[in-house]
């Protein structure tokens, strides 16, 4: 008995997926519902899992090729059926390893053994080879030999001393040609789109982020021991975005056709640098959520962007994102709009630098801010102000807990 293995629905605009991996060799055993191979699509990276025990005794689609949803990606068959497929590709395995031991135990030619004696053994040499080396103090292992059998001759002693050249080893090649996975090729096409069709302007300014830090400090013990887990400045930033938006409703619009679409729901998406390229799974309701809950839910979306497990549910309906460059060491970006939203903000790293405050100059903990904007629907004083409650929100986060 024979069952196809299907691309199953990914989600209501997927139509197609990149078979990037098979977790199981054709005639090795598995049981239901144990993952048997990795498709990815423009959005996420799904382990397709077996419907039924047996093993794979037929591939249809190889790593790297496309497949349309729905479409059969190999047969998995019961072991009792496949018994010979199985004794068959082990036969086959062994008659191979058989072989390529005999190559290795093949007696060496008379070319090999003479340049093996040459490379290892100097008194192989001719004397007057010999000679020559010792009067120059030379390598005799950097000399090429023109000689087939790899035998070092006065000649080629008299070409290393005019061009001392090293023997040529197996260098790595130039280049190296690697196909773009079906994520990259997305996120290359939806970032230029949005460069082309969006009038993208950015915005910065500075924060200082010592209130926060204070806040952190004196409360991190009390926050772990309640929610369980720590408190980081993603969830001040949240909520200082969300209230923002809640004073400048166009940053949270978007252009759908020739309309605005005002939108009174404040999903904001995370960017999160994985191994295979960028995604943003979003924060739902992130108005109703509390510094807890944005906490948690931002651990939990990491993990499993960085597993691969993110849903399609975890990726749809932002209306605005953050991105941290950050942690990675950025000191100032412009961030690229995630269409079809009209703003994206980026965070960047903590930067001790020299301020004045009161008249005097102090030392305080810095982040510059960039908010990137569609220049289209969000005007520059709309922008500017934007930018500016935010940075008083941050600045001041006993607003931001007392929600004034």
Do not use: C
Request: hydrophobic share 35%; charged share 25%; glycine share 6%.
């Amino acid at each position: 008995m024979t069952i196809e293995l299907i691309v199953p629905t990914l989600g209501e605009s997927i139509t197609e997926a990149t078979v990037s991996k098979w977790l199981k060799k054709i005639g090795e055993p598995f049981e239901v519902d144990e993952p048997l191979v990795e498709i990815e699509t423009d959005k996420i990276t799904v382990e397709v899992p077996a419907p039924s025990a047996g093993i794979i005794s037929e591939i249809k689609v190889k790593e790297g090729q496309d497949i349309n949803i729905g479409g059969v990606l190999g047969i998995i068959s019961d072991i009792g059926d496949n018994k010979t497929v199985i004794k068959k590709g082990t036969n086959l395995q062994e008659n191979q390893v058989t072989t390529d031991l005999s190559k290795e135990n093949e007696p060496l030619n008379k070319a090999s053994k003479e340049t093996i004696s040459n490379e290892n053994n100097p008194s192989k040499l001719s004397p007057s080879v010999k000679k020559m080396i010792a009067e120059h103090n030379l390598d005799f292992k950097s000399i090429n030999s023109q000689r087939k059998d790899g035998r070092i001759t006065k000649e080629d002693v008299l070409n290393y001393l005019q061009n001392p050249v090293p023997k040529s080893t197996n260098a790595p090649e130039r280049e190296e040609v690697v196909r773009m996975s079906k994520i990259r090729r997305t996120i290359a096409t939806r970032l230029k789109d949005s460069q082309n069709t969006a009038a993208i302007l950015t915005t910065f300014n500075e924060v200082d982020m010592s209130e926060i830090i204070k806040v952190r400090e004196a409360k991190k013990d009390d926050f772990i021991k309640r929610y369980d887990v720590k408190l980081g400045f993603m969830s001040f930033f949240v909520k200082a975005v969300v209230m923002s938006l809640q004073e400048f409703p166009a940053v949270n619009a978007e252009i759908r056709d020739e309309n605005i679409i005002y939108k009174n729901h404040f999903d904001i998406g995370i960017a999160v640098g994985t191994e295979k390229g960028l995604v943003v799974p979003v924060l739902k309701n992130a108005d109703s959520m509390t510094f807890g809950d944005i906490e948690k839910a931002i651990v939990d979306l990491s993990s499993k962007a960085k597993d691969g497990s993110l849903t399609m549910d975890d990726l749809t309906g932002g209306t605005f994102t953050i991105s941290n460059g950050g942690v990675y060491g950025s000191m100032l970006s412009t961030p690229i709009i995630n269409r079809p939203q009209s703003g994206i903000l980026g965070m960047h790293n903590i930067q001790k630098r020299p301020v004045v405050v009161n008249d005097e100059i102090v030392i305080r903990p810095i982040m510059y801010l960039a908010f990137s904007y569609d220049h289209r629907i969000i005007d520059g004083k709309e922008s500017v102000g934007f930018l500016v409650n935010i940075k008083s929100l941050l600045e001041n986060p006993s607003k931001i807990l007392l929600g004034i």
